[in-house]
């Protein structure tokens, strides 16, 4: 049984992973089809030891095609999504653009696998926001342990969650301050090499940024819309890894020693959290890795059953590609889709 799979935004940071991760992990393929803007047209990009032509997106007819993955930004998703949901093929979308709508599943498989069930609605599953994805599939574990009443945290975030352009920003800002050339800021608001920036997406009329309300209602709607939650979300000058300094408060009495010992047998996590030197991860050995890592697990001796922990994962794995790979796995486990096109 193999499907035909399109991954739209092929070209960029996650449709790149996308092809690295289907491939990795087997998923069973008829024909992977490689789609983008018409600029990338006729370039090549790589699916194992194959080479794909990139076709564009404009005009491709998707009727014989099972899944598409869209990573292609947030009005691509919206013009094309629901498109191609009318089409028979099931989208799995990586942008912001149906997260919210309740008649659209929001899935990370380790935490809320059930509510895939009604994705037929509109034939459209959404991926969470990179930084909540790694902060569910840390919580979740815990949460059904002792359930969390709120949760403060601050993230440390990649410029390659700002897609290529954001990449590209750091690494000729930081090339230019070695030859003392002028620092260009443009696809970020302030300088990104050698600072940090406060400031991801939009700003919310109470102050805040639409990344930090993403948190808050990607939370509530996977895990539990009891939780309150309150971020601050950070650019820093890393390529890959998003980080998270985080305080959760639970209603039931738990020890950072029960809470290691929950994480370590958690799906997704693993723990590293030795109380010496360099006994924590950072982003840049979490790159290229599928597991959501915890470190610095400590009771918050200010709140009656708080904890503190250092939460890690590649943004573009956990955060984007690999999750949406695992919903399509779990589309397949559960019989949720079968190939349009038999086998001959
Ligand atoms: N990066 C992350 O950590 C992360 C995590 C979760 C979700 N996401 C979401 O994933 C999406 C992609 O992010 P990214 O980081 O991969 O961005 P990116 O590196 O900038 O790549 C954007 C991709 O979209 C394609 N594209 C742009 N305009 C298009 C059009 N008109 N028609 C078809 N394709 C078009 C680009 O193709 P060309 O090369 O032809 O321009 C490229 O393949 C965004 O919605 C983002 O919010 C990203």
Redesign the pocket.
């Known amino acids: 049984m193999g499907f035909k799979v399109a991954v739209?935004?092929?070209?960029?940071?996650?449709?790149r992973e996308m092809l690295n991760i289907l491939e990795e992990r087997g998923f069973p393929v008829s024909e992977v089809v490689a789609?983008?803007?018409r600029?990338?047209q006729g370039t090549e990009v790589s699916f194992g030891d194959k080479t794909l032509k990139v076709k564009a997106?404009?005009g491709y007819d998707f009727s014989d095609t099972d899944i598409a993955v869209m990573?292609?930004?947030?009005n691509?998703s919206k013009e094309w999504s629901p498109r191609i949901g009318k089409q028979g093929c099931v989208v799995i979308d990586?942008?912001?653009a149906f997260r919210y709508d309740p008649d659209v599943p929001l899935i990370v498989p380790e935490v809320n696998p059930d509510a895939i069930e009604g994705f037929s609605r509109k034939n459209i599953i959404a991926?969470p926001?990179?930084s909540t994805a790694q902060l569910v599939v840390a919580l979740k574990p815990l949460h059904d342990v002792a359930t969390i009443k709120r949760i403060v945290v601050a993230t440390y975030q990649s410029v390659?969650?700002a897609?290529?352009?954001g990449m590209d920003e750091l690494f000729t800002q930081t090339r230019a301050v070695f030859v003392a050339d002028p620092v260009e800021a443009k696809k970020f608001t302030k300088r990104i090499a050698f600072n940090v920036i406060p400031h991801i997406d939009v700003f919310m009329e109470d102050g805040s940024t639409k990344e930090e309300w993403k948190m808050v209602a990607e939370t509530k709607k996977m895990l539990d819309p009891k939780i309150k939650l309150t971020a601050t979300c950070v650019r820093v000058p890393v390529f890959i890894g998003h980080s998270e300094a985080v305080n959760v408060e639970f209603e039931k009495p738990i020890t950072a020693d029960e809470a290691r010992d929950i994480l370590r047998e958690a799906p997704g996590c693993l723990v590293i959290d030795k109380h010496e030197d360099g006994g924590y991860i950072t982003p840049i050995e979490s790159a290229g890795e599928d597991a959501t890592y915890i470190s610095r697990i400590r009771e918050d001796s200010t709140l009656d059953n708080g904890l503190n922990m250092w939460i890690v994962s590649d943004?573009?794995r956990k955060?984007?590609a690999l999750n949406a790979v695992q919903i399509a796995e779990l589309l397949v486990e559960r019989g949720l889709i079968q190939p349009k096109k038999k086998a001959a």
Do not use: F, P, Q, W
């Not at 990573?71 to 947030?74: E, F």
């Open positions: 739209v935004g092929a070209t960029g940071n996650v449709g789609l983008a803007s600029r990338s997106l404009e990573s292609a930004g947030g691509i990586n942008s912001s991926n926001n990179c390659s969650g897609g290529k352009e943004n573009l955060g984007a």
